[in-house]
């Protein structure tokens, strides 16, 4: 694998990582609702699902996957209802419940989970990594190395970015202390969440 091919898949991921969709919307309502410490198990688990689709792709399953086709559309709505319940349970949560430390937090598998299903249930990942990807590197000659560098490369690229938006997302937060300022966070985060979820439901 060539430093230019390096070159174009990392400014392909960094092109799909900034780019606004429901993996970026819970991101930073995540951020803006309970820091960025909780954020950061959101993109984790973002970042796996990527993982994921890159190696089905690697190792030739895109038949597989194009088989469990329904299964994927059937994981997209339930990740699509789930982003609603978070966005309703943020909008719905008391005063005392929002802080840091409030019971209202959801635990770090919680967290990791709702990145896991957004990126599972994405359909732009999915054609990035099953469609899109193979266009501009040989599967098929990859060596175990190619695989750790394309892999460190989605880490690094996508990883850096979604926390580039959890830390700007939590250190707005930070900026509001008054009651009527966290509820106003508060409406903003659960309506980012919401839309993130319709999104997922809506989009092809």
């Not at 954020?39 to 688990?45: D, E, H, K, N």
């Not at 909008?91 to 929002?98: A, G, H, I, Y």
């Not at 175990?144 to 937060?173: C, E, P, R």
């Amino acid at each position: 694998m060539s430093l230019l091919n390096i070159f174009a898949f990392s400014l392909a991921m960094f092109l799909l990582a900034i780019t606004p969709g429901p993996g970026v919307f819970a991101t930073i309502s995540r951020a803006l609702s309970s820091g960025f410490l909780n954020a950061s198990f959101v993109l984790i688990g973002i970042v796996i699902g990527d993982i994921i689709f890159l190696l089905l792709a690697i190792f030739g399953l895109s038949a597989i996957a194009s088989i469990l086709g329904d299964f994927f559309i059937l994981v997209k709505y339930l990740g699509g209802i789930y982003l609603l319940f978070l966005g309703y349970k943020i909008l719905t949560s008391k005063e005392q419940e929002t802080n840091l430390k409030g019971i209202y937090e959801l635990s770090w598998k919680k967290n990791f989970l709702t990145g896991l299903i957004i990126t599972l249930s994405n359909p732009k990942v999915i054609l990035f990594y099953l469609g899109f990807l193979p266009t501009f590197i040989n599967l098929q000659t990859l060596t175990a190395i190619d695989i750790f560098i394309i892999s460190t490369v989605v880490t690094i690229v996508l990883g850096g970015v979604m926390l580039a938006y959890a830390y700007s997302a939590s250190s707005a937060k930070n900026l509001f202390k008054s009651k009527s300022s966290k509820r106003k966070m508060n409406i903003a985060a659960g309506s980012v969440m919401i839309s993130a979820g319709a999104v997922l439901i809506i989009k092809a």
